[in-house]
């Protein structure tokens, strides 16, 4: 069974750093492009970043561009988000979710159960 | 950027009933479009891909349709689970991969 779990939400105050974290279990982690997608409070989905399987390829929204950061360890089966610079914009509830390959023209098919961020002073 | 719009906003439909969504893209996507269900306090579920073809597990009632800029989610008999919101969402002219604003299937 595919399992995301996503960590490391909370409260920071604007212009702080959070580091998100979503853990995978249940396939090949190595195999599948993985990406984040949020969703601000009483919003619709918004994608955030994707990283391929090797993470050779980053790809960023506009809004996040230059101050968040994917990656993943794939010895660990582990997909994090590093989040710089936040704004009160920022925030949202957090999804990991899983690309149905390793890179591209692919639906997500299988998403965590999301961790909230919140930016305010 | 590829904008997907849908429609309506908001669908008022009685248990039993027939749900019909639309969503339509600014340019072709080709078959390149997944829906997705979500219930409050959930996360999204794959429910369709290639514009057609049901995920793992997804009801027979649950079809999609279309291709190039205009696409359709029937619901054949709508069953009190599936009141929630639905998305649609592009994967073929990428990044950033692009999804509708969502149709809310509420109970009539």
């Known amino acids: 069974e595919v399992q995301l779990l996503e960590s490391g939400g909370g409260l920071v105050q604007p212009g702080g750093s959070l580091r998100l974290s979503c853990a995978a279990s249940?396939?090949?982690?190595?195999?599948?492009?993985m990406n984040w997608v949020r969703q601000a409070p009483g919003e619709g989905l918004e994608w955030v970043s994707t990283i391929s399987s090797g993470s050779g390829t980053t790809y960023y929204a506009d809004s996040v561009k230059g101050r968040f950061t994917i990656s993943r360890d794939n010895s660990k089966n582990t997909l994090f988000l590093q989040m710089n610079s936040l704004r009160a914009e920022d925030t949202a509830i957090y999804y990991c979710?899983?690309?149905?390959?390793?890179?591209?023209?692919?639906?997500?098919?299988?998403w965590g159960q999301g961790t909230l961020v919140t930016v305010s002073s | 950027e590829i904008v997907m719009t849908q429609s309506p906003a908001t669908l008022s439909v009685s248990p039993g009933e027939r749900a019909t969504l639309s969503c339509r893209a600014s340019q072709s996507v080709s078959s390149n479009l997944a829906w997705y269900q979500q219930k409050p306090g959930q996360a999204p579920r794959l429910l369709i891909s290639g514009a057609s073809t049901r995920a793992t597990g997804i009801p027979a009632r649950f079809s999609g349709s279309g291709s190039g800029t205009e696409f359709t989610l029937t619901i054949s008999s709508l069953q009190s689970e599936d009141f929630a919101v639905y998305y649609c969402?592009?994967?073929?002219?990428?990044?950033?991969?692009?999804f509708g604003q969502g149709t809310k299937v509420e109970i009539k």
């Open positions: 969402q592009q994967y073929n002219n990428w990044p950033p991969w692009t």
């Open positions: 249940g396939f090949t982690f190595s195999t599948y492009a």
């Open positions: 979710a899983k690309m149905s390959a390793y890179l591209g023209s692919y639906p997500l098919d299988y």
